[in-house]
């Protein structure tokens, strides 16, 4: 309905589409936009989907914002899936984190909790503690600072630990 009233809208006044664009987002969803909404409630308990839609668009952002990113070959495709650092399954390995599930609850799905990680890595690093999957176990061919390519876990290799407060600051 949203698209279809924008588009309707915007052929009837083809001059002012930005403005028209903006008036129906505001209309449509701008409670969700305001900042106070976006801190308090979508990025603290964020959906998978929509997780991965943010930090993509971050790692585009700070991409751009780096000088050499129109040099890049390969260039950011979306190969990506999402990794809760602290897992989803936190029992075996995280108990010094969370007391309990309630807590692991509140922490796991800020978006400061979640990274893009490529499917195999993934799937291999899963309910690992946070230094084995920075750093491995010396078994594993697959851990988060050998394949940082992203902007988003370069800045996570430099973690010693992953904790609530390191969630709370990355959200």
Same mark, same amino acid.
């Given at each position: 309905?949203?698209?279809?009233?924008?588009?309707?809208?915007?052929?009837?006044?083809?001059?002012?589409?930005?403005?028209?664009?903006?008036?129906?987002?505001?209309?449509?969803?701008?409670?969700?936009?305001?900042?106070?909404?976006?801190?308090?409630?979508?990025?603290?308990?964020?959906?998978?989907?929509?997780?991965?839609?943010?930090?993509?668009?971050?790692?585009?952002?700070?991409?751009?914002?780096?000088?050499?990113?129109?040099?890049?070959?390969?260039?950011?495709?979306?190969?990506?899936?999402?990794?809760?650092?602290?897992?989803?399954?936190?029992?075996?390995? *995280?108990?010094?984190?969370?007391?309990? =599930?309630?807590? +692991?609850?509140? %922490? @796991?799905? /800020?978006?400061?909790?979640?990274? !893009?990680?490529?499917?195999?890595?993934?799937?291999?690093?899963?309910?690992?503690? *946070?230094?084995?999957?920075?750093?491995? =176990?010396?078994? +594993?061919?697959? %851990? @988060?600072? /050998?394949?940082?390519?992203?902007? !988003?876990?370069?800045?996570?290799?430099?973690?010693?630990?992953?904790?609530?407060?390191?969630?709370?600051?990355?959200?």
């Amino acid at each position: 309905k949203f698209v279809a009233k924008l588009i309707k809208d915007i052929k009837e006044n083809l001059k002012n589409s930005h403005h028209i664009i903006l008036k129906q987002i505001k209309k449509s969803y701008g409670k969700n936009l305001q900042k106070d909404n976006i801190e308090e409630y979508w990025l603290n308990c964020i959906s998978n989907k929509d997780a991965t839609f943010i930090l993509f668009w971050i790692e585009l952002f700070r991409e751009y914002k780096q000088k050499d990113y129109k040099d890049r070959v390969v260039g950011l495709n979306f190969i990506y899936t999402l990794e809760h650092l602290a897992p989803q399954d936190w029992e075996e390995n *995280w108990k010094d984190v969370f007391k309990d =599930d309630d807590e +692991a609850y509140e %922490f @796991i799905y /800020k978006i400061g909790n979640m990274t !893009l990680l490529k499917g195999r890595l993934n799937s291999a690093l899963r309910n690992s503690t *946070w230094d084995k999957k920075i750093n491995g =176990d010396g078994k +594993a061919k697959n %851990f @988060i600072s /050998k394949y940082a390519d992203l902007e !988003l876990n370069k800045e996570l290799v430099k973690k010693p630990k992953w904790d609530k407060k390191e969630i709370e600051n990355r959200t």
